[in-house]
């Protein structure tokens, strides 16, 4: 049981989870939605912001480094952003390792400093699944 019954996770908008290397995989369908909320055909939206790599198409990082939706923290296709990023923390490897859990949470302002892994597990149970 959870040491307390606060949020374990409330994100702080910093965006410095969007400024990392990438390996944001949209799927076939993210890809389609995300083209047709910036106004662009599939084959240019993935011309312009995708790459290929051995794992599939990925969304580019800014020459700078950091995805290139991130503008200032602020993601600019928030509304339809790819399932990972809307996920955020509760991804799997974070759910199922405790040191990834600390790990995130060491880098992540969103985070409850005082939530443990257990609490975050609670928290996931009851309301995120
Ligand atoms: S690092 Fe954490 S608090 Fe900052 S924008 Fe990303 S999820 Fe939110
Ligand atoms: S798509 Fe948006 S939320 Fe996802 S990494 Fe890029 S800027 Fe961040």
Redesign the pocket.
Known sequence: MPTNHRPVFR????????EGRGGILPTAIEIEIIARFLKMSVRQFKKTYLESTPLGLTVKNKTAGGCIFNDQ?CCQIHPVKPRICRN??FLPAILLHENEFEAAKS????FDPDCRYEDFLWWWRKHII
């Open positions: 994100c702080q908008l910093c965006g410095e989870c969007c923290g955020w923390p880098v992540c302002p969103g």
